[in-house]
Structure formats: C-alpha cells, structure tokens
C-alpha cells in the first residue's frame, strides 16, 4: 500500500484483526502502523548521552515572587520527565561567557514534573545568561 492511512481507519482496521475478521489488505496496513511506531520509539533519545558532553539551555533564576537566588539558576537539558531529571542531579555544568570566562556549576535537583533542573553555581550567572547554552559534563 502506498500513501498515508489515517490513524482512525488504522485503528479500525487493528481493532478488526483482533476480532479475527483477516484481511490481506488490512494486515498490511496494521503492518505498516505497527513499523511507524516502533521507528518513533527508536527516535527518542536519552537527555544526556555516553559520550560525556551535552548542551542545555538556561531558563530563568530561581525565584519567589519578590526574592531572587543569585547563584540558583533554572536549566532545560533535554530531559522529558521529573525521573530523567533525577538521572542528572551531581552532573557538573558550565557556562561559557561571550568574553570567554567559564563560570562552573553542579545541578542540584529537579525541578517540576517536566525535565526541569536546578543548579547552583560557584558565582552567580549575570542576567545575559538567561536563554544562552550551558555545557553538561
């Protein structure tokens, strides 16, 4: 079969199968759902890979509503859900300056339900920091 199906007449057709209702040309469709999503798990990757090195991105300084932490900041460094986050608590993290100067950190917890970190670093980021890279170590 060429071309796309819909999901609803693939559903459709997976749920005939499984009554025992087989037909060719459906077995060949629900064949070819079952692929797509099998390709779509093989695509997700880890949030930090074996090679050692990783890029996140700074979100914000870790505030209240009238108090901000110098030293605490708010990092995305890939990871889909609070348990991949946890795997990142003890990671080392640096931020490059646009002069060059490197300020180093440590995440320190997660943070929220969606792959959010905080990290506390040795000096505090300036307020340019916020929306650049860090590198994951």
């Given amino acids: ?45 880890a949030p930090l890979e074996k090679s050692g090195k990783s890029k996140g991105k700074v979100i914000q300084f ?11 900041f708010l ?21 490059k300056s646009p002069a060059g100067k490197i300020i180093k950190g440590k995440v320190s917890s997660p943070h929220g339900g969606k792959g959010l970190v905080r990290a506390i670093f040795e000096k505090g980021l300036p307020g340019q920091a916020v929306t650049t890279e860090v590198e994951v170590k």
Avoid: F, S
């Avoid at 870790?62 to 605490?72: A, D, L, Q, V």
């Fill in 62 to 72: 870790r505030r209240g509503r009238k108090t901000i932490k110098e030293r605490h």
């Fill in 75 to 95: 990092l995305d460094l890939g990871a889909k859900t609070r348990k991949d986050a946890e795997n990142l608590v003890g990671k080392k993290v640096e931020w």
């Fill in 1 to 45: 079969m060429k071309g796309k199906v819909p999901e609803e007449t693939k559903e459709e057709i997976i749920k005939d199968i499984e009554k025992d209702n087989k037909v060719p040309e459906k077995v060949a469709v629900a064949e070819e759902a079952l692929d797509e999503k099998a390709q779509l798990k093989k695509e997700k990757k």
